[in-house]
């Protein structure tokens, strides 16, 4: 069974720092590209960050360039996402995501898997 599973979420003073790890298992995402989506309350699903299978490549939000930064170990079959100078309105459950496309994309229809979610919330 293929299985995304996100960690490292919390609650964290505005301007704090966190670490979400996204662990795979049950098949090797090594030629897969990964991403990280967020979605708020009321709010529809966004895309955050995107890494290309080697890691060669990476893609941000505006909203998150240069505070957040995507990176992989595929030794471990595992992506992370280092947030920086966290603010409240990055307050959401964050998703990790795995496509078998051409790379690193922002379209959520392209990721073929997805975890189940991890909490962040970000106090002002």
């Known amino acids: 069974q293929v299985q995304l599973v996100e960690s490292g979420g919390g609650l964290v003073q505005a301007g704090g720092s966190l670490r979400l790890s996204c662990a795979a298992s049950g098949r090797t995402f090594s030629n897969y590209a990964r991403g990280w989506f967020r979605q708020a309350p009321g709010k529809e699903r966004e895309f955050v960050a995107a890494?290309?299978?080697?890691?060669?490549?990476?893609y941000y939000a505006d909203s998150v360039k240069g505070r957040f930064t995507i990176s992989r170990d595929n030794a471990k079959n595992t992506v992370y996402l280092q947030m920086n100078s966290l603010k409240p309105e990055d307050t959401a459950v964050y998703y990790c995501?795995?496509?078998?496309?051409?790379?690193?994309?922002?379209?959520?229809?392209?990721?073929?898997?997805w975890g189940q979610g991890t909490q962040v919330t970000v106090s002002s």
């Open positions: 995501a795995a496509s078998g496309g051409v790379g690193a994309t922002s379209l959520s229809d392209l990721y073929d898997y």
């Open positions: 890494i290309s299978w080697s890691g060669g490549s990476t």
